[in-house]
C-alpha cells in the first residue's frame, strides 16, 4: 500500500492532485493519500488554485478529490505542519510531495525526514514568479541516498529567513508575492515526472531540476 | 579568448569564454541568465572564490536558490 501525504494544497498542490490522484486510480495499487494544510481557499486564489468552494483546503480538496477518484482512501488534515504534528503526519514509508510555500517549513520536512524517519520518498517544489525548481530526497533502511534538501546548495534553506505559517501571530498582515499559475504548473509537473521516474521506471539519475518557463528550459542535476 | 565554458544558472545556460574570472563572467552573464546577486559559484561540483580563473572545458554554475514560493 503506497501512503502518500501532500503537505500544501495551494498553487502547486492544487494543480499536482488530480493529475496525481487520476494516475494513482487507475493504476489499482492501494493507496492512501493525506492531504495536509491549515489554510483556507479564499476568492483571491481563483487566479491560480484549483478548487470547488471556500473553506479548508485539506478539507476541501478532499472533499472534491474524493467523489471524483473512488479507488483512493483520502484523509484531510486541516493543519499546518509543525515539529509536533510532524511526529504524527510523517511516518515511516511515506511518499512526501511537499508543496509548501516557504522555506522554514522544508527546512522542517527536510529535517524531519533526514533525522526522524528510516524510508521516505520526498518531492519538495517551490517557484519564484517565473521560475522554479524541485528537489528529491531518498532515505532507505535509515540511509541517505540522496542529499537531504536543506543542504549546502541551498543556504536559504538551511536558515530560512521567512516564518512558517503557525508562526505569524493572527491578525498579522501578511503581504504575498505574487505567482503565475502557469510557474506552478510547471513545478507540479517536473513533481510528478520525478515520481513516476522513481517508482515505475527504475529511478532518477538526479536529485534536483530547475525549470524557466520563459526560455521553457528545465534542468535536472545530481547533486552530491 | 575561446568560447569554452558552460555558464549555468538555473535551467539556463550559456557559453562562456576560458580565462575570465568568475567575476567577470558573473558580470557578463548576470543579465541574460538572472544571477541573482548572492548566487554562490560552483566549479565542477566544488565552490569557488570569485577570483578563481575559469579553464577550457570547466562548467561553472552559479546556484540558484530554491523557489520559495508554491
Known amino acids: ?224 | 579568448m575561446s568560447k569554452a565554458v558552460k555558464v549555468i544558472c538555473g535551467a539556463n545556460e550559456q557559453e562562456g569564454a576560458a580565462g575570465s574570472t568568475v567575476k567577470e563572467t558573473r558580470n557578463n552573464f548576470q543579465e541574460v541568465l538572472n544571477i541573482p546577486k548572492n548566487a554562490e559559484a560552483f566549479v565542477g561540483g566544488k565552490k569557488v572564490k570569485e577570483g578563481h580563473v575559469l579553464a577550457e572545458g570547466d562548467s561553472l554554475e552559479f546556484i540558484k536558490p530554491a523557489g520559495d514560493k508554491g
Not at chain 1, 472533499?63 to 493543519?79: M, T
Not at chain 1, 524517519?117 to 531518498?138: A, C, H, P, R, Y
Open chain 1, 1 to 224: 500500500m503506497k501512503h502518500v501525504k501532500v503537505i500544501g494544497a495551494g498553487g502547486i498542490g492544487s494543480i499536482l492532485l488530480p493529475t496525481l490522484c487520476r494516475f494513482l486510480n487507475a493504476s489499482g495499487e492501494q493507496v492512501v493519500i493525506t492531504i495536509i494544510d491549515g489554510d483556507d481557499y479564499e476568492n483571491k486564489n481563483q487566479t491560480r488554485q484549483l478548487f470547488s468552494r471556500l473553506g479548508n483546503k485539506a478539507k476541501v480538496s478532499v472533499e472534491k478529490l474524493s467523489g471524483e477518484f473512488p479507488g483512493i482512501v483520502f484523509q484531510a488534515k486541516p493543519e499546518y505542519l509543525t515539529d509536533k504534528s510532524a511526529l504524527y503526519l510523517l511516518k515511516d514509508g511515506d511518499i512526501i510531495f511537499s508543496c509548501v510555500d516557504n522555506h522554514k517549513t522544508r527546512l522542517l520536512i527536510s529535517d524531519f525526514c533526514s533525522e526522524e524517519l528510516e524510508n521516505v520518498v520526498l518531492f519538495s517544489g517551490g517557484n519564484s514568479f517565473t521560475d522554479g525548481n524541485i528537489q528529491i530526497f531518498i532515505k532507505k533502511d535509515d540511509k541517505n541516498l540522496t542529499l537531504p534538501i536543506a543542504n549546502s546548495y541551498h543556504p536559504e534553506i538551511m536558515k530560512p529567513s521567512d516564518r512558517r505559517p503557525d508562526e505569524i501571530g493572527c491578525g498579522e498582515l501578511i503581504v504575498s508575492e505574487p505567482q503565475l499559475i502557469f510557474t506552478n504548473n510547471a513545478v507540479a509537473t517536473l513533481m510528478l515526472n520525478a515520481f513516476y521516474s522513481h517508482f515505475y521506471n527504475g529511478g532518477c539519475d538526479y536529485n534536483e531540476v530547475y525549470v524557466d518557463i520563459l526560455t521553457n528550459n528545465s534542468r535536472s542535476v545530481q547533486r552530491t
